[in-house]
């Protein structure tokens, strides 16, 4: 995996390295320098980010649950950690046609969806003050440098990352006077926190056989924005959930959930989660998004606001059974870029703190034994499983698989006995086998949807969203986006499948373009790309590859 | 000899800036910050010079608050040899910045005062002028092209007719164009070695300058929208339309 080197390349090494600043990798980062000061040792600890800050790539609902943090920081809220808005009320409601919906009453919604305790909390800001303390810890972060290829000796151990070179043109080749080789960063261990399904995670799962060999890893496209809102209908700290319409209340096609949270300063955040397991190459996450905001429940809230940001980002969901070893010799992966998201809550943000802090004290305690690294850390999954995070993966490992099966609304009742009745261990266990870039069926047999026009107010067009992310990348540099074979999208996929990428990338990177001569031609704008990840997990072909474009490059999220 | 670069922390270029609801501002908190490109162009400017033998130290200067510890660390990857911070939270306006620029320039003895033509966030463009101002001294502002020789700088500045070139005495001041060199990427060995660099902290009170406000913002609103366009296909139909208007 490693590149040969046609360059002469800087090298600086440290003891533990840490790829992407999100809450996984930067919990690591703050746990290891805790543990060295307590145990008065020195552990060097570096943090790379892709995003041209920290934050910047961050994507979340989010309704933060508090256990991790309390356990990092007990004193966060002197620290000032950026959790303001208290959950007050959880409403639940099932949506069942354009118009109507059901609210579920406080005692039906299933436990993992209560959220007394929990706060509404923008996950950007929340990484941006977690990369806070831990530079005061004395942890070295570097925004804007995306690590691009892992490095690995003859003996077949990782020994860290080499670092995306800067000012290389669309060619391939280094652009006058500015190419600047990426770096090798070398390490004794090396953790992975890419989020979902981090382009080196992928690689390490394959290189390292890594995959769960009881189920297949499952995978949601989440799309989001931010709005003000009128203060008159503002009611900071509402968490309100959906399931059910523009997706299926009852089928199991085509699965998810919505939901709109209130922040503070009369802003919400609303957002869809399509399950990348649908089965209709004519839908399109996007479109569903924006016709789902004209719901009266969600509309009566939005009207009258203004569109402050817009975003999306895959989210792993295969639990418990579709987790991958963690380890491998070197290092191991944490947070989303394992998979430890707990779908029945839609929270990933506490696991992936937590994974973080449990590799952190693996790593800490084979350094302050004096490990020169490259060995197997199996000391990580060891407190994986004597931890918090396995017993409440292990409750919710049928949720996935249920919904996939059964539908949100039968699929939820059977979470409903299972959460409430058996407390998560119920005598049952489902699996979906199924990957979800198998699900599409061919164009042929598949209904076209037209989607209502966007009135510029509730709904928008995909360019003026995309637009709102405030997406940029350097023009001149490789597209991002490989295609093992550059024939597949208008030979196989746009006959069988009405090549999906037009309509699953919420970012209108993939266009089909017909020219005069009736020639058809696929185009990819990777200007546009918003780091999502659905392109590589949902192409049917399983053709497209995302790798890290040059570092700063991606979207600027605010407070997402 | 010895230049002064001013550099300043604002919104990123990339960011879709927001008006906040009740017109008092731009939404800054929670968005991306950045050097200002037009200052970016300063430090690259100057560390050329001193690749070039032209220069000998390079001291980057910034005002605000804590965070703009992070402009000034991209500064030293630059090439800055030491920086120094202004520490001051509050909104600062192109006076005051120019009162302390110009304190500075003078205990440093710098010889070049280097600033971005204008900061991309309050497209003041005057700070530069006020400093040369404040020390009368020489300004050449605008520069596409800089060459330093001896006591003079020849400086060639855009102007709307074309090209000026202006030789001018040195201390002098020089505000940079867009178009005067491309930025060279911060390389993480010299963001890393920029870490170890020393920055030296002062206030107003330190460099005898008091904070005043000699402007008050009204009101700040977004931009009209722009209604969409309609097609024309012949020249007839264009100056039908135009005549439909009232336009001709
Ligand atoms: C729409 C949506 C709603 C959600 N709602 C909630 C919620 O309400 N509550 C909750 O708890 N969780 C929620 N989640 C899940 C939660 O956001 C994730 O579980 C969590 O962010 C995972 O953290 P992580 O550290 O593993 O990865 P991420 O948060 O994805 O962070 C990964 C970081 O690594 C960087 N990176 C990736 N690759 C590289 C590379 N090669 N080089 C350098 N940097 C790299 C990325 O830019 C990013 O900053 C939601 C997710 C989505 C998408
Ligand atoms: S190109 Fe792929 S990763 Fe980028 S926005 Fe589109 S689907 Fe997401």
């Known amino acids: 995996m490693s590149v040969e080197t046609p360059v002469e390349r800087d090298v600086m090494e440290y003891d533990v390295l840490i790829v992407g600043a999100g809450p996984s990798g930067l919990a690591a980062a703050c746990k290891l320098k805790q543990i060295a000061a307590e145990k008065g040792a020195e552990i060097s600890v570096c943090v790379v980010e892709k995003g041209s800050e920290v934050g910047a790539h961050i994507l979340s609902g989010a309704v933060f649950e508090p256990r991790a943090l309390n356990e990092l920081f007990p004193n966060w809220k002197e620290l000032g950690a950026p959790l303001n808005a208290p959950v007050v009320r959880d409403e639940l409601h099932l949506f069942y046609s354009p118009q109507k919906s059901f609210k579920f009453l406080n005692f039906m919604i299933p436990s993992p969806m209560h959220n007394e305790g929990n706060y509404v909390i923008s996950l950007g800001n929340l990484c941006r003050w977690l990369a806070q303390q831990a530079e005061s810890l004395g942890v070295e972060i570097y925004p804007g440098f995306a690590a691009q290829e892992v490095l690995i000796d003859e003996q077949n151990v990782v020994r860290g990352v080499q670092i995306g070179d800067l000012g290389v043109g669309h060619d391939g080749k280094p652009k006058d006077g500015v190419y600047a080789p990426g770096m090798e960063l070398r390490a004794k261990y090396t953790l992975f926190s890419e989020g979902c399904r981090g382009h080196l995670g992928k690689r390490l799962i394959q290189q390292y056989q890594l995959e769960s060999k009881d189920a297949p890893q499952h995978y949601g496209i989440g799309l989001k924005e931010l709005w003000e809102i009128d203060p008159a209908k503002h009611e900071k700290g509402l968490v309100v959930h959906g399931a059910g319409w523009p997706l299926q209340a009852f089928g199991t096609e085509a699965t998810g959930g919505s939901f709109l949270y209130h922040l503070e300063n009369n802003q919400v955040v609303v957002g869809l989660i399509v399950d990348l397991s649908y089965s209709n190459p004519f839908l399109s996450p996007f479109d569903e998004f924006q016709r789902f905001k004209h719901h009266p429940v969600i509309a009566k809230y939005l009207e009258g606001g203004k569109r402050l940001s817009y975003g999306a980002r895959a989210l792993v969901k295969g639990g418990l059974d579709a987790l991958p070893k963690l380890v491998f010799p070197g290092g191991a992966l944490i947070g989303d870029d394992a998979g430890m998201l707990n779908y029945s809550k839609i929270k990933g943000s506490h696991t992936a703190m937590k994974s973080g802090m449990l590799a952190a004290e693996a790593v800490a305690e084979r350094l302050l034994a004096g490990s020169e690294g490259g060995d197997v850390l199996n000391g990580y999954p060891e407190k994986f499983k004597a931890s918090w995070l396995y017993d409440e993966l292990y409750r919710s490992r049928n949720f996935g698989a249920v919904l996939h099966k059964f539908g949100a609304l039968i699929g939820g009742t059977i979470n409903w006995i299972e959460q409430n009745i058996f407390g998560g261990k119920a005598p049952w266990h489902f699996r979906d086998l199924k990957k979800d870039h198998e699900t599409l069926k061919p164009a042929a047999q598949s209904q076209k949807i037209v989607y209502p026009k966007p009135d510029g107010k509730l709904s928008f067009d995909k360019l003026s969203s995309v637009f709102l992310s405030s997406t940029n990348h350097e023009e001149d540099q490789p597209v991002h986006l490989r295609l093992k074979d550059p024939s597949i999208p208008i030979g196989r996929n746009l006959p069988l499948y009405d090549e999906p990428a037009q309509r699953y990338c919420p970012a209108g990177v993939y266009e089909v373009v017909t020219a005069a001569t009736g020639d058809k031609r696929f185009q990819i704008n990777a200007q546009n790309c918003v780091h999502c990840k659905t392109c590589d997990i949902k192409d049917p072909s399983q053709n497209i590859t995302w790798v890290a474009p040059e570092g700063n490059g991606g979207p600027n999220y605010p407070n997402m | ?248």
């Open chain 2, 1 to 248: 000899m010895k230049a002064l670069v001013s550099v300043k922390r604002v919104v990123d270029y990339n960011v879709r800036v927001q008006v906040k609801s009740d017109g008092s501002g731009v939404i800054t908190e929670g968005v991306k910050h950045s050097m200002n490109p037009f200052d970016e162009i300063a430090m690259e400017e100057a560390v050329r010079l001193k690749e070039k033998g032209k220069l000998t130290e390079i001291v980057a200067i910034t005002i605000g608050g804590a965070k703009n510890e992070e402009t000034l660390r991209s500064a030293l990857a630059f090439g800055a040899d030491r920086a120094i911070h202004i520490k001051e939270e509050g909104d600062v306006q192109p006076l005051t910045a120019a009162r302390a620029f110009a304190a500075a320039l003078k205990k440093e003895g710098a010889q070049v005062f280097f600033a971005g033509k204008q900061a991309i966030d309050d497209d003041a463009n005057q700070t530069g002028q006020m400093v040369a101002a404040l020390l009368d001294i020489a300004q050449a502002t605008f520069a596409s092209k800089v060459e330093l020789d001896g006591g003079k700088a020849v400086v060639t500045r855009e102007v709307d007719a074309g090209l000026e070139t202006l030789e001018v005495d040195l201390p002098a001041v020089i505000t940079t164009d867009l178009r005067l060199n491309e930025p060279r990427y911060l390389k993480l060995p010299d963001i890393m070695k920029a870490k170890k660099k020393p920055i030296e902290t002062v206030t107003f009170a330190d460099l005898g300058v008091e904070k005043g406000a000699a402007l008050t913002i009204s009101k700040t609103s977004a931009p009209p929208k722009r209604s969409k366009g309609i097609m024309v296909k012949t020249v007839d139909e264009l100056v039908s339309a135009l005549k439909s208007k009232g336009l001709v």
